[in-house]
Antibody, heavy 116, light 108 residues
Framework: EVQLVESGGGLVQPGGSLRLSCAAS????????MSWVRQAPGKGLEWVAS????????HYVDSVKGRFTISRDNAKNSLYLQMNSLRAEDTAVYYC?????????WGRGTLVTVSS | EIVLTQSPATLSLSPGERATLSCGAS???????LAWYQQKPGLAPRLLIY???SRATGIPDRFSGSGSGTDFTLTISRLEPEDFAVYYC?????????FGQGTKLEIK
């Protein structure tokens, strides 16, 4: 089955760091732009970042620029999100999604909670 | 940044009825780069429509999208019980990609 599986979420203090991972299976990962989209508890969806197939182009929403870094390892069929200087407003379920503009495959998400 | 406003916030209908969901953009969406997603509680969103009117793989033909410029519509021709969910529009014609706030489609 074609799928994306996120991991790495958890509870972190404000100012802390966390690295999310996304494992892709049963499709040619290296052929696709990949993205992270988040959803705060009880709220709507917010695009966070996207990365080109070869990692040469990356886009970020303004609120995470300079704090979050998207990366990928095509040999491991994996997508990553390094999150530094975390804030309470970064609390959300983080979804890995296939695509750079619209998103045709989503993982089940991993919850990140930023709280002291 | 393009702001998307979805209406109504909540739509109460019965199975078998027709649903019409609207998405208005604060600026023209380039090349009709607009998508619609369905999200059920506790689950990830599912892509329904992209490029304003193209159905994603496996999506039933009771779902259709239309519109251009600043006004877009998702129509569900005849509601099935599994269609009751939250629906989001998303534009990807300009960065940042942005989503609407969602329309909750509930059973009347």
């Amino acid at each position: 089955e074609v799928q994306l599986v996120e991991s790495g979420g958890g509870l972190v203090q404000p100012g802390g760091s966390l690295r999310l991972s996304c494992a892709a299976s049963r499709f040619t990962f290296s052929n696709y732009w990949m993205s992270w989209v988040r959803q705060a508890p009880g709220k709507g969806l917010e695009w966070v970042a996207s990365i080109k197939q070869d990692g040469s182009e990356k886009h970020y929403v303004d609120s995470v620029k300079g704090r979050f870094t998207i990366s990928r390892d095509n040999a491991k069929n994996s997508l990553y999100l390094q999150m530094n200087s975390l804030r309470a407003e970064d609390t959300a379920v983080y979804y890995c999604a296939r695509g750079g503009w619209h998103f045709d495959l989503w993982g089940r998400g991993t919850l990140v909670t930023v709280s002291s | 940044e393009i702001v998307l406003t979805q209406s109504p916030a909540t739509l109460s209908l019965s199975p078998g009825e027709r649903a019409t969901l609207s998405c208005g953009a604060s600026q023209s969406v380039s090349s009709s780069y607009l998508a619609w997603y369905q999200q059920k509680p506790g689950l990830a969103p599912r892509l329904l429509i992209y490029d304003a009117s193209s159905r994603a793989t496996g999506i039933p033909d009771r779902f259709s999208g239309s519109g251009s410029g600043t006004d877009f519509t998702l129509t569900i021709s005849r509601l099935e019980p599994e269609d009751f969910a939250v629906y989001y529009c998303q534009q990807y014609g300009s960065s940042p990609r942005t989503f609407g706030q969602g329309t909750k489609l509930e059973i009347k």
